[in-house]
């Protein structure tokens, strides 16, 4: 992880976090689900969001590539109605949960950027 990716000042907004940080007991977590959250490192804070599908979890950057806005206008409701896609509720961008590839709006082909999170002795970490 790069110094660029952790922030250099108080403004910034990170794009990494550091490994082994305790999200949240995956039992928490609805199948299919996502949450949001947001780690304060140093003077400067991350903003991602956790979607569980079945046995996988995915962590994203929360920020559209469309417009760099964060994809819930609601707290933790990325997902769409079915449960099947990630939505940005500002354009109607679609994602896929296990990629992060947009399959539908206004930034198709493009991706989330990934942020990567495991599962360890039941709780959703940082990886």
């Known amino acids: 992880m790069s110094t660029s990716d952790l ?5 910034d ?10 999200l949240c ?6 199948d299919p689900g996502a949450r ?18 079945g046995g996988a979890v995915h962590g994203y950057v929360d920020r559209c590539p469309h417009m760099g806005l964060p994809l819930a206008q609601t707290l933790d409701d990325y997902l769409t109605p079915s449960g099947e896609l990630i939505a940005c509720s500002w354009h109607g961008a679609l994602f896929r949960p296990d990629d992060g590839r947009c399959v539908g709006g206004p930034c198709a082909g ?6 990567p999170v495991e599962v360890s002795e039941g709780v959703i970490r940082t990886a």
Request: aromatic share 8%; net charge positive.
């Open 7 to 11: 922030g250099a000042s108080g403004a």
């Open 13 to 22: 907004r990170l794009t990494a976090t550091p490994p082994g940080v305790a």
């Open 25 to 30: 007991p995956l039992e928490t977590l609805a």
């Open 36 to 53: 949001n959250f947001v780690l304060q490192i140093g003077q400067a804070r991350f903003h991602g969001f956790v979607v569980r599908k």
């Open 110 to 115: 493009d991706s989330l950027l990934a942020w």
